[in-house]
């Protein structure tokens, strides 16, 4: 069973950069099909994909994010990386890293970490 565990500042001020880490164990990042996503939740609100990080190092974002998010991986295959850039209040919430494990066009799998708070205040 793939475990996630991210890992951050919890504190972040407006126009700074966010740099969080999903730490993984039990599967590798390079394991065909799988699909590594960051994913967070305002206050009060919905959850919002924020982008998504593929098992072939293919990197997707949602439009309204792209121009100041990059995720990435490390090469020991064990960690996947959001950065997000210029950050304002709004962009206060839970984070969560998420991977789902497909196969012939259907998800198996779905796991999820525990979330960690970011709190964009001055």
């Known amino acids: 069973q793939v475990q996630l565990l991210e890992s951050g500042p919890g504190l972040v001020k407006p126009s700074q950069t966010l740099s969080l880490l999903c730490t993984v164990s039990?599967?590798?990042?390079?394991?065909?099909?799988?699909?590594w996503s960051w994913i967070r939740q305002p206050p009060g609100k919905g959850l919002e994909w924020i982008g998504t990080?593929?098992?072939?190092?293919?990197?997707y974002y949602n439009p309204s994010l792209q121009s100041h998010t990059s995720i990435s991986r490390d090469n020991a295959k064990t960690t996947v990386y959001l950065q997000m850039n210029s950050l304002k209040p709004e962009d206060t919430a839970v984070y969560y890293c998420?991977?789902?494990?497909?196969?012939?066009?259907?998800?198996?799998?779905?796991?999820w970490g525990q979330g960690t708070q970011v709190t964009v205040s001055s």
């Open positions: 998420n991977v789902q494990i497909g196969r012939g066009g259907v998800i198996l799998y779905d796991y």
């Open positions: 039990g599967g590798s990042i390079t394991t065909s099909y799988y699909y």
């Open positions: 990080i593929t098992y072939d190092g293919s990197a």
